[in-house]
């Protein structure tokens, strides 16, 4: 079976579209039509039912792309690499969210990062939980940090570590809200106020107020900004309420700089795992820089 066949299958399957893979593999979207169709028609089966949007692979398109891309991977590893394993230095490239690849994640790996034999370069991106799934399948990335759990067998997924959410807000505005009031009124003491987010869906406050106070929340974004280190600034200047991980706050609430308004006796949790495309920690890079991720979030908790 021709690998170039092959190559083309497995970059179909992980973009979800002929016209993706197409423009990853440099190739028109006819010629890997073609590719397609000709190893169907090796194996006599349909690999994938074309649909309005892209396409889905069938229960044998499933299977072979399960049991090929690893493998694949290994050969483009080796060719990327040389086989002069001593003078060759690995590149890992990792994706995830911006605030916690940043401060968790990327400190943790450059201590893997040396001129020894066994460190590697490494090489970051930040993205949505989608775009770095989408990335770490479409094989852009080796290893990625997401809050979603990815579908289907040619992603594998780790839980890493649990983040704790806090409702924060300057002190100032926390002594104007008045913390018996909002013991006495719980979310309603919060209505109307305004909260800094990091998109106009408020996805930090509506889940903290679904968790927290069974219910929705009433206010409304003041500041919107993509960035949970911006929201926790803008949260200390005064602009607005804010729920924000505790890894990201700790320091601001030790130095006085934020109040935490409300502390549940079950506060709200953000599951992280870590995912690779199957069969890919056998690339001992990969597996050193995943191994070591989970040894270091023990200590994140």
């Known amino acids: 079976m021709d690998l170039a066949l092959l190559r083309t299958f497995v970059t179909v399957h992980r973009a979800g579209s002929f016209t993706r893979a197409a423009a990853l593999l440099g190739l028109s979207q006819p010629a890997v039509t073609s590719q397609i169709r000709t190893l169907e028609r090796q194996l006599g089966r349909p690999l994938f039912l074309r649909q309005a949007r892209g396409v889905t692979p069938t229960t044998i398109g499933d299977e072979l792309a399960h049991k090929a891309a690893p493998h694949l991977d290994a050969l483009v590893e080796i060719a990327e690499t040389g086989l002069d394993d001593e003078s060759s230095v690995r590149t890992l490239h990792l994706a995830g969210p911006p605030e916690f690849t940043a401060e968790r994640a990327l400190p943790a790996l450059t201590e893997l990062t040396g001129d020894d034999r066994q460190g590697f370069a490494l090489r970051a991106s930040f993205g949505t939980a989608e775009e770095v799934l989408e990335g770490l399948a479409s094989g852009h990335h080796d290893l990625a940090i997401s809050t979603a759990r990815p579908r289907g067998a040619l992603l594998t997924a780790t839980p890493l570590c649990d983040e704790e959410h806090v409702l924060v807000a300057s002190p100032r505005r926390a002594e104007l809200?008045?913390?018996?009031?909002?013991?006495?009124?719980?979310?309603?003491?919060?209505?109307?106020?305004?909260?800094?987010?990091?998109?106009?869906?408020?996805?930090?406050?509506?889940?903290?107020?679904?968790?927290?106070?069974?219910?929705?929340?009433?206010?409304?974004?003041?500041?919107?900004?993509?960035?949970?280190?911006?929201?926790?600034?803008?949260?200390?200047?005064?602009?607005?309420?804010?729920?924000?991980?505790?890894?990201?706050?700790?320091?601001?609430?030790?130095?006085?700089?934020?109040?935490?308004?409300?502390?549940?006796?079950?506060?709200?949790?953000?599951?992280?795992?870590?995912?690779?495309?199957?069969?890919?920690?056998?690339?001992?890079?990969?597996?050193?820089?995943?191994?070591?991720?989970?040894?270091?979030?023990?200590?994140?908790?």
Not at 191 to 203: F, R, Y
Not at 208 to 230: C, E, K
Not at 238 to 264: I, K, M, S, T
């Open 177 to 301: 809200i008045g913390p018996q009031k909002l013991r006495r009124a719980g979310a309603s003491a919060l209505e109307n106020l305004p909260v800094v987010e990091v998109h106009e869906s408020l996805p930090f406050v509506s889940r903290y107020w679904a968790s927290v106070f069974d219910s929705r929340p009433a206010a409304s974004g003041t500041v919107i900004v993509p960035d949970l280190r911006a929201v926790l600034a803008c949260a200390i200047a005064g602009a607005g309420l804010a729920v924000v991980p505790r890894y990201l706050c700790a320091a601001a609430l030790d130095r006085g700089d934020v109040v935490a308004l409300h502390e549940p006796a079950v506060p709200p949790l953000r599951t992280y795992v870590l995912v690779v495309r199957t069969g890919t920690l056998a690339m001992p890079h990969i597996a050193r820089a995943h191994e070591w991720l989970l040894r270091t979030a023990a200590d994140w908790c």
